[in-house]
């Protein structure tokens, strides 16, 4: 079966710190992608990052990144430089088989960043 | 329009009643999906519209829920004899499906409440 487990609840966080968030996952997949999303009090989930899996190097985008160990089914997000508008929901996911978005989501992490 | 666009925004209905949620997506985009997020919880993939292939319906958690995609655009999530357990925000996505799949592009949500 295929899961995504995200085992912090709640993270915090200091204005201008790093913080990362961690995601595990099963699949019997070779290839596929991996997914974190954004989901501000707005409640429109928003795309923050993708890895490939069949790509070694981590994805970076801006301020967030990712450390992706295939082998270990982690995909971790971290977060350099936290600011306020950081403050969300964060959801590790990757596709259920039969679809590139059909995702399947972990239970999300509350990230709070405070002044 | 801009953005996906879901109504309404919030709905409260009795329980035993039926209940219509609409999705308007991103022009052009091919694929179309459903999601429903209980609280405190990540999203839970429903229904998956593709073209004008048949709808992998395999998310749907009963008879009472159906949805239909007109003309290739607009969507309507359906939940017949509402019961409390129903309550949740349900979220639409769309997305481009083809050689460069695009990540799924959120509308707001509806806030649906059974009392």
């Known amino acids: 079966a295929q899961t995504v487990t995200q085992s912090q609840p709640e993270m915090s966080v200091q204005e201008a710190e790093t913080v990362t968030l961690s995601c595990t996952y099963d699949t019997s997949e070779s290839n596929y992608y991996l997914f974190w999303y954004k989901q501000p009090p707005s409640r429109q989930m928003i795309l923050v990052i993708r890895?490939?899996?069949?790509?070694?190097q981590n994805a970076t985008e801006n301020r967030f990144s990712v450390n992706f160990q295939k082998a270990a089914k982690s995909f971790s997000l971290k977060i350099s430089d936290s600011q306020l508008g950081d403050t969300a929901m964060y959801f590790c996911?990757?596709?259920?088989?039969?679809?590139?978005?059909?995702?399947?989501f972990g239970a999300g992490t509350r990230l709070a960043v405070h002044p | 329009g801009a953005g996906v666009s879901q109504s309404p925004s919030n709905k409260v209905t009795e329980k035993g009643k039926d209940v219509e949620l609409r999705c308007d997506p991103i022009?052009?985009?091919?694929?179309l999906y459903w999601y429903r997020q209980s609280l405190g919880q990540g999203l839970e993939f429903l229904i998956y519209?593709?073209?004008?292939?048949?709808?992998?319906k395999s998310g749907l958690p009963s008879d009472r829920f159906s949805a239909e995609r007109t003309g290739g655009s607009v969507s309507t999530l359906t939940i017949q004899r509402t019961q409390q357990e129903d309550s949740a925000v349900y979220l639409c996505a769309s997305s481009l499906v083809g050689p460069n799949n695009s990540p799924l592009h959120f509308g707001n949500g509806t806030r649906l409440t059974v009392t």
């Open positions: 890895q490939e899996a069949y790509k070694q």
């Open positions: 519209f593709q073209g004008n292939s048949a709808p992998d």
């Open positions: 996911a990757f596709p259920l088989s039969g679809g590139y978005n059909k995702l399947i």
């Open positions: 022009s052009g985009h091919t694929a």
